[in-house]
């Protein structure tokens, strides 16, 4: 019987979890602001959240700036195929500034094409923050993501925006012509190394994605196991106190 009935508590615990889960509330869609040239739910999370979001982390007292999206050599352009040579990566990041001075960058993403903007990552990067200060009006930023090196497109036209950028671009520009060898070669490399299943949420998968955060799952089954482990040591106590 305290066999029977602890497999029915189990099972009682394991329930409450998932009707937890399934009737928590969901995330409320942040209010449009309309920006020029941004979606309104990156404009949102930029005005509304990004300010929250820097003051809890090391870059208090700071400001973004110009909102940039990001954006990624396309297979396109990596197997020499027609299309154009770039493709969105759903990313938007911005400088950060504290009195008028780079100090970093602060990163949105959307986890999934039909979910609002949230917040990826913050960078003290100053080196790149004053790079996107002075990024030219329609400039594309491409995120050389085996290199981590960042490039500005414009006009068929790439030039360095930091220092890896710069170390593999050391005449300062190239078209994309001349930069597609280099390019070709890094990704082949990087494609023939084994997937990373251990990079934290947040970082960028080696296509310059940014992986899904599934957390969700994995947090169940630890509530469930300790659940569990917790009655387990419960219907061990009865069995001793009946013995004496």
């Known amino acids: 019987m305290e066999i029977a009935r602890g ?31 941004l979606p309104d739910d990156v404009a949102a999370f930029f005005a509304e959240q990004a300010p929250e979001v820097l003051e809890a982390t090391e870059l208090h007292g700071t400001a973004a700036g110009s909102v940039h999206e990001v954006f990624a050599w396309s297979e396109a352009y990596l197997s020499g195929a027609a299309g154009g040579p770039t ?21 949105a993403y959307r986890p999934a094409p039909d979910e609002p903007a949230t917040f990826a990552a913050t960078s003290d990067d100053a080196e790149l923050a ?44 190239a078209t994309l012509e001349e930069l597609q060898p280099s390019v070709v070669e890094r990704y082949a490399s990087m494609r023939a190394q084994p997937d990373d299943v ?47």
Do not use: K, M, N
């Open 130 to 173: 004053a790079a996107l200060l002075g990024v030219r009006s329609g400039s594309r930023l491409v995120l050389d993501a085996p290199a981590d090196a960042w490039f500005a497109l414009i006009d068929g036209t790439v030039t360095p925006l930091d220092e890896h950028a710069t170390e593999l671009l050391p005449a300062g520009r």
């Open 198 to 244: 251990t990079a934290p949420v947040g970082s960028r998968t080696p296509d310059g994605s940014v992986p899904q955060p599934w957390l969700l799952g994995a947090g169940i089954a630890a509530v469930v196991i300790g659940l569990l482990a917790v009655l387990g040591l419960v219907l061990r106590a009865r069995r001793r106190r009946r013995a004496a």
């Open 7 to 37: 497999v029915w508590l189990a099972r009682s615990a394991l329930a409450l979890v998932l009707a937890s889960v399934a009737t928590a509330p969901a995330a409320a869609a942040p209010a449009a602001t309309s920006v020029p040239g």
């Open 87 to 107: 493709v969105s990566l759903d990313e938007w990041i911005a400088p950060v500034e504290r009195l008028g001075e780079p100090v970093g960058t602060i990163t």
